[in-house]
């Protein structure tokens, strides 16, 4: 059994405009979470990509470190907090709002080198062989579907990427046969595709909300329920404490628990 993760945490983008605060405190409770906590993965089996490091170059070559010789039985985890955003599609045929849900790594400005979409994920993603146990977590805005002012401490923003309805004039992206089929694992979204995801200050610390609270409702009931019982929780968690976000699960998961 071979056991690995990808955790990619963005605070830092050259608009200043842009800047989050709780992105890489996410993947490093994440990395605590899962290592020292829960003692499934080894942390000589996880890279992090932070700031600077997570270009769209840096990220999908990591993925594919990630996904190699992956075997039935083996753990994979993909783990964002960043920014995302939605932009035109370029597959209308199979997009009823003729939008694309993204990811905005570190030197994203709209275009194919930079940007990482739903569809080029699913192209990424299709390699993983079935009975890997593979979870992705993508704590960004408008995250379902993926298969800033500034403002006074303590102040909730989201992680919205200032300039992306810009950015999609730049978009040259195509892709032919476009993979479609669900994704062989879980995606654990911060909030449904038409919605933002809070980068929040909790308990005297910057975080995503929702990593917050999926951490929180992994540390007390462990296993011992369902991902999609979990993610209910989440939103009950999210919503108790006035975040507009609903959290989403998808895909096909053969095991429905975070762990094996």
């Known amino acids: 059994m071979k056991n690995k993760a990808l955790l990619v945490g963005i605070n830092k983008y050259p608009d200043p405009r842009n800047e989050l605060r709780g992105c890489v405190n996410d993947i490093l409770d994440m990395e605590h979470f899962i290592t020292e906590t829960s003692k499934v993965y080894s942390k000589e089996n996880i890279k992090k990509l932070t700031d600077i490091q997570a270009t769209k170059k840096g990220i999908v070559t990591q993925i594919k470190w990630l996904i190699e010789g992956a ?52 192209y990424l993603f299709a390699g993983i062989p079935k009975g890997v146990h593979f979870i992705w977590i993508s704590d960004s805005c408008h995250a379902e579907d993926l298969s800033r002012d500034p403002q006074m401490p303590g102040c909730n923003q989201y992680r919205y990427f200032r300039g992306a309805k810009e950015a999609y004039q730049n978009t040259d992206f195509a892709m032919e046969a476009p993979i479609t089929r669900p994704l062989n694992g879980a995606l ?28 929180k409702n992994l540390l007390q009931y462990g296993n011992s329920k369902p991902l999609d019982l979990v993610i209910q929780l989440v939103n009950a968690d999210l919503s108790h404490n006035g975040y507009d976000q609903n959290p989403q699960t998808e895909g096909l998961l053969e095991n429905r628990n975070f762990f094996l």
């Open 71 to 122: 075997q039935p039985g083996d753990q994979l985890l993909f783990h964002y907090s960043g920014h995302g955003a939605q932009l035109p599609t370029m597959q209308e045929a199979i997009e009823k709002d003729g939008l694309d849900e993204v990811i905005c790594p570190y030197d994203f400005n709209g275009s194919s080198d930079t940007t990482l979409r739903d569809k080029e994920f699913a």
């Open 188 to 215: 654990l979204s911060a909030c449904a595709s038409s919605e933002l995801s809070a980068d929040a200050f909790i308990n005297n610390r910057y975080n995503g909300a929702f990593t917050y609270y999926l951490i």
